[in-house]
Each structure stands twice: as C-alpha cells, then as structure tokens.
C-alpha cells in the first residue's frame, strides 16, 4: 500500500512539472541572418544626441566591463529570480544602445534618485489622478485581481477598451497606451534608470518584488517613491529580474516555449512588453498552424534582441 502511494506521488509530481519539461527549447542565437530594420524613432532620439549605436553601445559594455560591483549586483539579482544574468545584461544593453545613453559611472543613478524624492511628481491626465481614474465604474471588475501584475493588467486592458483615443464623460483621451498617458510626468514614452523601467511595469512587479526580495511594496499615489526606486540601482534591478522572469513563465506556462537559454528573445518582450499577450497570440498562431499542418513558429527577436544575441560571446565574457 506504502509503495503504491509513493507511485502515485511520483505521477502526481511528473504532472506538476511536465508542462515545464514538454516545453520546446529556444536554441540561443538569432533566427535572421541580419539585424531586422531599427524604428524611425530610435534612429531620431541617437541622431539627435550626435552619436551612433556603436558608440552607446560600446559605453553601456564600458560601464559593465569597468563596474565589478555593478556586475556583481546583476549576479545577485538574478539568483534572487532563478534567471540567468544574461538577461538582465541584455535588456540594460538593448535599452542604453536603442533608447538612451548610459551614464559614465554607477553613482549617477544614485544621485539622480535622491533627486526625486525632492521633486514634485504626479501620475495623472489633465487634472486627473490615475489613483482617481481608476475608481471610474469601468474598472470595477478588477477590484477582484489579487496580485499587482494582475490588477495592472486588467486596468490597462480596461484603458484599451473604454478609454484609449475616446471620449468619455466629456474628456477626450489619447489614442496612446496608458503608461505613456499617466504614467510619465516629464514626456511621454520615457523610462528611467540602469534598467530603463517604466513606473507602469514597476507597479506591476511591485507584489513579486516584494516577495522576492523584500522590497517595500510600491504605491500608485507615491510617484516620487516609484521614481527613486526606477532610478536606484540597488532597488531597481529586482524589477528588471521579475520582468524578465515573467516573460520566461509566460512564454513557458503558454505559448510552451522555454525561452530561457536566448537572451535576445527575452530582450526583445523587454523591450515590447505585455508578454503575457504576446505569448498568447503565438499560442493562437501555432494552433492555427498545427491545425492546417504547418511548422510551428518560434519565438523571434527583434531589432533590440537581434544586437544582444549577436554580441552574447562579448556580455557572457563579462561574467
């Protein structure tokens, strides 16, 4: 009978990590030969700063290469989150080299931490604080989500849906995503810090965060907080790791792709966000194809992830 319990068990735990293990493995490496085209955007923000993508990129790995301590951070960060720390190499590279320039020493991010908790910042749209927004009757139903990621997911889909470039209640809303249109005092579209977190992805991550790492739990209507801790690298690279974990879980919990072992992949949901989305449309992808017997479609990297797969011997050496 005691044998035949412990069988049983042993099934029950084969069923618990078999969706792990039946995943399909992402080889590393890029699936083009060349770099896909680099956003209008992009090029626009690095003209404008009269450098090139070489060079950011060159300074970022400088920083890295020059920094043990910073390095040793990143380790530190991802044991805390089970992930590799060429993940989070990679997504502090792809955003310093497409997005902004990195600062010469470490104790620039600092520096500029301290200096928001002095600053008078808001989360809000003409007048109206996103803490207050949020009360609309629209978002009641997510009142029930549980979790931080889960209660910002369903507001931002509620954004999407209800509010996103229309009218409502005699006030004209964008057609722009909800971080861009609460979420950024100084401009919208701007991140901040070693990891270049927006403060939306950073409430987000606020509940795993804090479980993981002990973190205080970030509040909506501190703005100032959410900032300092974007901005500190002692706190912020906990939020870049559960990012990315995240995307690793999703990719892997739904779509059934292990994307653990390709840096660039997992740059690229970095770079583009809602992985939890994005996992599910390829899901639906594949189901599609598996049905009209087509070869399934893998997860590819894009402009951002193409440059950290292509340079992965130079940022694994660091470590």
Known sequence: MKKLALVVLSLVAAAIVMPASAATLVPPGNTSVEQPPIPGASSRRTQATNTTFQAKYRKIYGLLKSDAALRDKIRQAAAAYGIKPIHIVGAIVGEHTYNVDAYDRLQTYYVKAISYLSSQLTFAYKGEDVSDFVERPEFADCSSQAGSYELWECREQVWNRSFRGKTVGGTSFPNDRFGATFFQPYYAGQTFGLGQLNPLTA??????????????????????????????????????????KKSIDAYRDIAGFDISENPGVTATLYNVGNPEARAYALKTENERRSAAGEAQKMPEENYYGWLVNDKLPELEALF
Not at 203 to 210: C, G, N, Y
């Open 203 to 244: 409430l987000q991550m606020s509940d795993i965060v804090h479980k993981v790492s002990g973190l205080p739990q970030l509040d909506v209507k501190d703005p100032n907080q959410v900032y300092k801790t974007i901005m500190d690298p002692d706190l912020t690279l906990a939020y870049v790791a559960a990012t990315l």
